[in-house]
């Protein structure tokens, strides 16, 4: 899950213009808030991406992937009720366009969010390294 969250910040941050555009193509918010949106929301999702591909307070993180995860779906399913035919801007490097599929990926996702809080892997974790290292 931490992939996928690496892999959707790299386009955004690489061009937030375009990120801008795509937000404000689901008419829910005003464009500058899609902006500034576009500018800090690329960073929270690579913070998350990196959170969870290194082990590191994977209940809380795993907690605010799944809101994020819930407000995608909304303005996905708000879009697609709306007939909106808009690419979701979920990947700014591939586009892919609002509808059930999107809804469905973005469920298992948070379905993952959930498991992750739950049953969070302490194995390979970089926060149980450390504290290993830390009590031995």
Request: aromatic share 14%; glycine share 6%.
């Amino acid at each position: 899950m931490g992939i996928v969250f690496l892999y959707a910040a790299i386009g955004k941050i690489d061009n937030p213009e375009t990120f801008a555009k795509e937000i404000s193509n689901y008419r829910l918010i005003p464009d500058v808030i899609s902006r500034a949106s576009a500018i800090i929301l690329p960073w929270i999702e690579l913070a998350i991406g990196f959170l969870l591909v290194f082990g590191i307070r994977t209940r809380t993180v795993s907690f605010i992937s799944f809101v994020l995860l819930f407000l995608f779906t909304f303005m996905v399913g708000s879009a697609w009720a709306r007939g909106l035919n808009i690419d979701c801007g979920c990947f700014s490097h591939r586009v892919e366009y609002v509808g059930i599929k999107k809804i469905i990926e973005n469920l298992l996702l948070m379905a993952m969010s959930i498991s992750i809080f739950y049953f969070p892997g302490k194995f390979l974790s970089l926060e149980a390294f450390l504290k290993r290292d830390i009590n031995e």
